[in-house]
Nanobody
Framework: QVQLVESGGGLVQAGGSLRLSCTAS????????MGWFRQAPGKEREFVAR????????IYTDSVKGRFTISKDNAKNTVYLQMNSLKPEDTAVYYC????????????????WGQGTQVTVSS
């Protein structure tokens, strides 16, 4: 089992920044990819970004390219999501997820999930 704990959410004005953290514990050696997803009220959970645990290869959804950066610290078993130039439409609960395979954008391919952290961007 892998446990994921997110932190760093909060309330920020449009144009501001936040950094989310996700720390993994347990059988972390089985993780191949880590992803960030988000879910706004009344909407489906959507992919935001993903990073390969070993190579560091990253992919992003188009709406966050150039604004968000996913990174990792292997020694701390932690993945980060730096969010800059935030917009009201970025408001959502953000979830960290871990996959034991080369998962990319489909949330069904991720095996473990954190509890989520709320990000609210005011206009």
């Amino acid at each position: 089992q892998v446990q994921l704990v997110e932190s760093g959410g909060g309330l920020v004005q449009a144009g501001g920044s936040l950094r989310l953290s996700c720390t993994a514990s347990g059988r972390t050696f089985s993780n191949v990819a880590m992803g960030w997803f988000r879910q706004a009220p009344g909407k489906e959970r959507e992919f935001v970004a993903r990073i390969s645990w070993n190579s560091g290869y990253t992919i992003y959804t188009d709406s966050v390219k150039g604004r968000f950066t996913i990174s990792k610290d292997n020694a701390k078993n932690t993945v980060y999501l730096q969010m800059n130039s935030l917009k009201p439409e970025d408001t959502a609960v953000y979830y960290c997820a871990a996959a034991r395979s080369l998962a990319q954008r489909n949330p069904k391919n991720y095996d473990y999930w954190g509890q989520g952290t709320q990000v609210t961007v005011s206009s």
